[in-house]
């Protein structure tokens, strides 16, 4: 079973950078379309980023074009969100995720996603 789990968030001021890391276990990896989600106190959890197996496609939420970045690096197993311009709204608990099936693309959608990580808290200070 593939496991992920997610580092790097922490407390930033606004205007700053932060990248998360998340780190699959599994020789798979390369296989698996791969997400980022959030979730802010009180809302529901939302998309945020999305990355092909290969690297070579990606999608972002119009709240976060221009200003994060997702990426990967399949030798490596991990997938990573550079996250810059930091905004007071983007305080929230980051979620990566892996779409396991055989089509899986760089979805927007939770419900493709199967496997999820314990989540890591960013905070942005205003």
């Known amino acids: 079973q593939v496991q992920l789990v997610e580092s790097g968030g922490g407390l930033v001021q606004a205007g700053g950078s932060l990248r998360l890391s998340c780190a699959a276990s599994?020789?798979?990896?390369?296989?698996?379309?791969m997400g980022w989600f959030r979730q802010a106190p009180g809302k529901e959890r939302e998309f945020v980023a999305a990355?092909?197996?290969?690297?070579?496609?990606?999608n972002y939420a119009d709240s976060v074009k221009g200003r994060f970045t997702v990426s990967r690096d399949n030798a490596k197993n991990t997938v990573y969100l550079q996250m810059n311009s930091l905004k007071p709204e983007d305080t929230a608990v980051y979620y990566c995720a892996a779409d396991v099936s055989t089509y899986s693309t760089a979805s927007r959608y939770q419900h493709s996603y199967e496997l999820w990580g314990q989540g890591t808290q960013v905070t942005v200070s205003s």
């Open positions: 990355v092909s197996r290969s690297g070579d496609s990606t």
């Open positions: 599994g020789r798979t990896f390369r296989s698996y379309a």
